[in-house]
């Protein structure tokens, strides 16, 4: 059956450093794949799309990098600040465009 | 622009109690969502709508209903409430479908307790 899977444990850093995030899938071939950020009691907040024939994603301290052979994402925070800690989601399109989300990874940056 | 808003916010309800929870976006989306969020379980699908007067089922609709009489409103029901239905509700609304779009708006989420 199809699975997405991120790291179920807690990812504590300290301020600065970067930190990375995995997600990894089975059973799919995606288009594309999306990473969100949710805060305690809000609703995820889209942070990036790559898309199949793209290796690596930019915006800003953020980088997604995509492998379709090993089917995986990662993630990077780069000189990352306690604001970024959250936990932040990776999504799949399923068929229909219906996306399909990861269980999540909390982030702890710790000052 | 409001986004994607959520009524109420929060919710007990006793087993057999039914109720509705509405949500509504102001960016003229075509596309909206309902999903569930279970502890350590991600965001699950319940329904969601492609445009105004079409529904259609997702991961786990069980015991859900939904209804898009207007392109801006996407109302979820339970009709018979039941303790596994605890959970909190997200809302999310996309211009098109995910894969020509790059990116879902979601709601701030109803917490929802049954008893």
């Known amino acids: 059956s199809q699975k997405i899977e991120q790291n179920s444990e807690a990812l504590n850093i300290q301020e600065g450093k970067t930190a990375t995030l995995t997600c990894n899938y089975t059973?799919?071939?995606?288009?594309?794949l999306q990473w969100y950020r949710q805060d305690p009691g809000r609703g995820p907040v889209f942070l990036l799309l790559i898309r199949e024939n793209e290796k690596e994603k930019r915006k800003e301290r953020l980088k997604v990098t995509f492998d379709t052979t090993l089917k995986q994402s990662l993630f990077h925070i780069t000189a990352s600040q306690p604001a970024d800690s959250a936990t932040y989601l990776c999504a799949l399109v399923h068929q229909g465009g219906k996306l399909i989300f990861g269980q999540g990874t909390e982030l702890s940056v710790k000052p | 622009n409001a986004g994607v808003t959520q009524t109420p916010k929060f919710r007990v309800l006793k087993t057999g109690q039914s109720m509705t929870l509405l949500c509504a976006q102001d960016m003229n989306h075509e596309y909206m969502y309902w999903y569930r969020q279970d502890p350590g379980m991600g965001l699950r699908l319940i329904h969601y709508s492609v445009g105004e007067g079409t529904t259609a089922k997702g991961e786990v609709p069980d015991g859900y209903n939904v209804s898009r009489l207007k392109k801006q409103n996407f109302l979820l029901g339970l009709e018979s409430a039941a303790p596994s239905q605890t959970s909190v509700y997200f809302c999310?609304?996309?211009?098109?479908?995910?894969?020509?779009?790059?990116?879902?708006?979601f709601g701030p989420g109803t917490r929802l307790t049954v008893l």
């Open positions: 059973n799919y071939s995606p288009a594309y």
């Open positions: 999310a609304s996309s211009p098109v479908d995910a894969v020509s779009t790059d990116t879902q708006y």
